[in-house]
């Protein structure tokens, strides 16, 4: 029997509408972790003094990369409205790998999606990373699940989304993050473990407790650009008069277009940030800076 590639190993998501299973669209690689939590079982009736390790508790972990970025709105409402995904793991087939098999290896259970980052950095494609963890037993495929084909997705160049700043948080967020090369943005959800002695099997039961976001971003001390666009900017100095109040301050992710992209379009994502961190760096090449911004209360998902 043939090795199986990677391209024919896939995670495939339940659609509670068309009631099929698809795939997690232009995926570039995905993992799944099974941990068996242990505990030494050595007692002073057992000979020797070497380790007995039991399984006490199950969880299990999916780790998804993906060059689709268009469902960001879709994974930041999931994410924020704690949504369960019923995942399946299996081998695929069909000339576009979206015909899952039933393999004896498939598996399916549902899961928290507990972290995501989207990655929109100058003259590259956007990127995702989804990781979720086990909400429920995993169960063996009994049978090849039902499958809806997605169309083929397009690439999102990095420089067409970018992220605009307020001076303050009253005031809505216009101008746009000047000379900027990388933008990230990231969610987590807490998960503890609310298993009881009523709780069936071996798999840890994870209940969300606290949603967390932040944004990170690089930009150049000055760029030499000729810029012909209204739309005005943060920079480096504004930037730090921000860090220096250190208070809330509005901000939008936006998908732009029109003179130096800098004509805001349809809002990803909006709400306040914190700026927690700023870092200048001055090497022997060019000048830049990084900020981290912490999320403020709740985001809002789209205009």
Same mark, same amino acid.
């Given at each position: 029997?043939?090795?199986?590639?990677?391209?024919?190993?896939?995670?495939?998501?339940?659609?509670?509408?068309?009631?099929?299973?698809?795939?997690?669209?232009?995926?570039?690689?995905?993992?799944?972790?099974?941990?068996?939590?242990?505990?030494?079982?050595?007692?002073?009736?057992?000979?020797?003094?070497?380790?007995?390790?039991?399984?006490?508790?199950?969880?299990?972990?999916?780790?998804?990369?993906?060059?689709?970025?268009?469902?960001?709105?879709?994974?930041?409402?999931?994410?924020?409205?704690?949504?369960?995904?019923?995942?399946?793991?299996?081998?695929?087939?069909?000339?576009?790998?979206?015909?899952?098999?039933?393999?004896?290896?498939?598996?399916?259970?549902?899961?928290?999606?507990?972290?995501?980052?989207?990655?929109?950095?100058?003259?590259?494609?956007?990127?995702?990373?989804?990781?979720?963890?086990?909400?429920?037993?995993?169960?063996?495929?009994?049978?090849?699940?039902?499958?809806?084909?997605?169309?083929?997705?397009?690439?999102?160049?990095?420089?067409?989304?970018?992220?605009?700043?307020?001076?303050?948080? #009253?005031?809505? !967020? $216009?101008? =746009?993050? +000047?000379?900027?090369?990388?933008?990230? %943005?990231?969610?987590?959800?807490? @998960?503890?473990?609310?298993?009881?002695?009523?709780?069936?099997?071996?798999?840890?039961?994870?209940?969300?407790?606290?949603?967390?976001?932040?944004?990170?971003?690089?930009?150049?001390?000055?760029?030499?650009?000729?810029?012909?666009?209204?739309?005005?900017?943060?920079?480096?100095?504004?930037?730090?008069?921000?860090?220096?109040?250190?208070?809330?301050?509005?901000?939008?992710?936006?998908?732009?277009?029109?003179?130096?992209?800098? #004509?805001?379009? !349809? $809002?990803? =994502?909006? +709400?306040?940030?914190?700026?927690?961190? %700023?870092?200048?760096?001055?090497? @022997?090449?060019?000048?830049?800076?990084?900020?981290?911004?912490?999320?403020?209360?709740?985001?809002?998902?789209?205009?």
């Amino acid at each position: 029997m043939a090795t199986l590639k990677g391209k024919n190993f896939r995670i495939l998501s339940y659609d509670a509408t068309a009631q099929k299973y698809k795939v997690i669209g232009m995926s570039t690689n995905c993992s799944i972790t099974y941990t068996n939590n242990t505990e030494n079982a050595n007692h002073k009736d057992i000979l020797g003094i070497a380790q007995l390790p039991t399984v006490v508790s199950q969880a299990c972990t999916i780790s998804v990369d993906s060059l689709n970025v268009t469902d960001v709105a879709a994974m930041l409402t999931a994410i924020k409205s704690l949504t369960k995904f019923t995942l399946i793991w299996d081998e695929t087939s069909t000339t576009d790998n979206q015909t899952a098999l039933g393999a004896t290896f498939a598996r399916k259970g549902d899961f928290w999606l507990n972290d995501c980052t989207f990655q929109f950095d100058d003259r590259t494609n956007a990127t995702k990373q989804l990781q979720f963890t086990s909400a429920s037993e995993i169960e063996t495929l009994s049978e090849a699940p039902a499958v809806e084909e997605i169309a083929v997705g397009s690439f999102t160049k990095g420089q067409f989304v970018r992220l605009f700043l307020s001076s303050d948080n #009253t005031n809505a !967020a $216009t101008k =746009v993050i +000047g000379a900027a090369k990388t933008l990230s %943005l990231h969610c987590s959800l807490s @998960l503890e473990d609310a298993t009881t002695k009523d709780t069936p099997g071996n798999y840890t039961v994870q209940e969300p407790t606290e949603l967390a976001w932040d944004i990170s971003t690089s930009a150049l001390v000055r760029s030499g650009d000729t810029i012909t666009s209204a739309v005005q900017a943060q920079g480096l100095a504004e930037i730090e008069t921000i860090k220096e109040a250190g208070t809330p301050v509005k901000f939008k992710i936006a998908n732009v277009s029109g003179a130096n992209n800098r #004509t805001a379009g !349809a $809002t990803i =994502v909006s +709400g306040s940030v914190i700026i927690t961190q %700023l870092t200048l760096n001055g090497p @022997l090449g060019t000048a830049d800076y990084t900020a981290q911004l912490s999320g403020y209360g709740n985001y809002t998902v789209g205009s």
